[in-house]
DNA sequence: ATATTAAGTGAGTGAATACTCACTCTGGGA
DNA sequence: TCCCAGAGTGAGTATTCACTCACTTAATAT
């Protein structure tokens, strides 16, 4: 299924439809999509306007297509390199180690692709054609690792009997926060470099912020 | 200085454009501000097109027009109500009871105006307008209130030596990443009713997901 | 009653913009 | 060299939409 995905990747992506898509990312993410002109991203992708109908057939469908690279870029690593890190190599390590590396991982993959998450997540609240693909894909697959993994740590004792869900979610909440938080409000919450926040926020998600009970 | 907000509130507010507001933050809530037209807030409000641009110069007045009741209805009771909760009462209360009631209080404010803050996050991503105020009025005032609470327990060493705002930024990391992946995603992270998520949630900010390490 | 003002209206306007289409260019096959 | 297919173009078009303004209605004062 991934590999079709990436054939169909391949075979449609001639230069000019992959700059176009560029384009369209950079433009969205500046200005929204109901705020973004076509004329700009052509002009963005050194194209005529023409040719972006050439290639999409509404400016509608140029969104829609940025599902696909989302989707390989965020799939694919995460069920590739995360995920062997984490269910084969990370058994036998310890979970603050793993788990550092898996935040630290998924941080850098985000704050690579910005524009077209940022891109993707607010317009799916607008456009339910972008949410349900991501409802029905990329979050199972995504939930289905986590949850996967956290299950293992619960069984072998390592982690408290909450629930599954409720610990996985909690993982992406720091995650999401400290992205979020961070990149809207950078002069009140970037204190250090990624390395050492995740650290430390790991070391929160598994001991808390309490001073030791003992 | 929030008095003057009040009286300006007051004065502005005739019935209609008490109206034109609430449609508006309707209207943007689902469409997005551009892709929002003047005609349905008109139509959603019971009113004329023309009457819009009678109270407001332009559409864009509309969008920034909504600070202000944002900053009403979150600044007054935070610091009226809450703050009085955690910092009076609280002072001798258990931390875990005043984070439980500081969360749900404010899980319970953004919820009941959802449409509303969710329009003025999005929009300030996009309009340097809306994203200013919030960063020199709206940030400040909330940071200082939690950065205040956690210092105080921080000194009376209920909490570990971390940095102050990471602590704070933290405690809002998980009540953003609750509300905001249980209401995109409710079929994957809604589990229980509010107050029991927030118990959890506070259980784990406090001590974490890893089984003692006694 | 009448005048005065303010509040509200909605048809009309001009600018903007997604999309079309008749055309041009280019490279490779005969 | 000539021809052709198809990739690319960009001026043109039809529509949409924020905003205007000449007007109506309602309320209050005189």
Known sequence: MVDNNIKEFDDEL???KLKILEAAIKVFSEKGFD???????AKEAN????????????????LLSLLLPLTLKFIKPLTMKSAEDI?????DEPVDEVLKRLLYDRL???????PLVK?????SLYHEELLVPIKEKLAPQVLELLDGYVNYHKE???????DTRFITRTIMSMLLGYVVLSSAFPEFFSMGDDENEIERIVDVLLNGIKNGGV
Chains 1, 2 share one sequence.
């Open 14 to 16: 001639s230069e000019k």
């Open 35 to 41: 705020g973004s002109r076509t004329s700009e991203i």
């Open 47 to 62: 194209v005529a306007e023409g040719t972006i109908f050439k290639y999409f057939k509404t400016k509608k469908d140029i």
């Open 87 to 91: 269910l084969n190599k990370g058994k």
């Open 108 to 114: 850098h993959l985000v704050k690579k692709n910005m």
């Open 119 to 123: 891109t993707v997540v607010i317009e």
């Open 156 to 162: 072998k004792g390592d982690f408290k009997d909450y």
